[in-house]
T-cell receptor
Framework: RKEVEQDPGPFNVPEGATVAFNCTYSNSASQSFFWYRQDCRKEPKLLMSVYSSGNEDGRFTAQLNRASQYISLLIRDSKLSDSATYLCVVTPSGSARQLTFGSGTQLTVLP | DAGVIQSPRHEVTEMGQEVTLRCKPISGHNSLFWYRQTMMRGLELLIYFNNNVPIDDSGMPEDRFSAKMPNASFSTLKIQPSEPRDSAVYFC?????????????????FGDGTRLSIL
């Protein structure tokens, strides 16, 4: 089983839609959680950290469920510019210095 | 502020040739990571350094790959001899680790990557 699993998609949604991605992780000792965004042929960039209490940044909301070992990302009022691959990222057990990346969920927002 | 700088941006070479990829981390960051990304395998960690010392190289595919970090502002990833299956995008990333953990609001910053094609 992979350490971090995501639905690869693709998710094709109309502009203005709300879309949610889930991600599961296998190691209950994982300490930190993030969502990264990667545009086509570009480098991954940090979108937001995920905190235990859940957190929001504009149209983006991240949730963490430690009991079920999953994190989620909700995008409201999606824009064309949200089209990208969203990578779920956790710090693995035994090392708080490095990151384990999921394979990503591809989102296309359609006009 | 300058981000992580990688060179070259693109490299096309014939199999058997030596390839050297270069990375300059963000000034002040004490950890550096080399990743490889392909469609089939996604983003894979190859090796990471902390304070210029290799900490974990378990992701390095085989002996043809080697990485060095002679000082805090420079690292290289070398492939010798190169093979077509090494074709991928290679990313370098850096981060700041304080008291053994990543600084939460800036876990890793990535360079633009090197697109490597081995013919």
């Amino acid at each position: 089983r992979k350490e971090v699993e995501q639905d690869p998609g693709p998710f094709n949604v109309p502009e203005g839609a709300t879309v949610a991605f889930n991600c599961t992780y296998s190691n209950s000792a994982s300490q930190s959680f993030f969502w990264y965004r990667q545009d086509c042929r570009k480098e991954p960039k940090l979108l937001m950290s995920v905190y235990s209490s859940g957190n929001e940044d504009g149209r983006f909301t991240a949730q963490l469920n430690r009991a079920s070992q999953y994190i989620s990302l909700l995008i409201r009022d999606s824009k064309l510019s949200d089209s990208a691959t969203y990578l779920c990222v956790v710090t693995p057990s035994g090392s708080a210095r490095q990151l384990t990346f999921g394979s990503g969920t591809q989102l296309t927002v359609l006009p | 502020d300058a981000g992580v700088i990688q060179s070259p941006r693109h490299e096309v070479t014939e199999m058997g040739q030596e390839v050297t990829l270069r990375c300059k981390p963000i000034s002040g960051h004490n950890s550096l990571f080399w990743y490889r990304q392909t469609m089939m395998r996604g983003l894979e960690l190859l090796i990471y350094f902390n304070n210029n010392v290799p900490i974990d190289d378990s992701g390095m595919p085989e002996d043809r790959f080697s990485a060095k970090m002679p000082n805090a502002s420079f690292s290289t990833l070398k492939i010798q001899p190169s093979e077509p299956r090494d074709s991928a995008v290679y990313f370098c990333a850096s981060s700041l680790v304080a008291r053994g953990v990543l600084v939460a609001n800036q876990p890793q910053h990535f360079g633009d990557g090197t697109r490597l094609s081995i013919l």
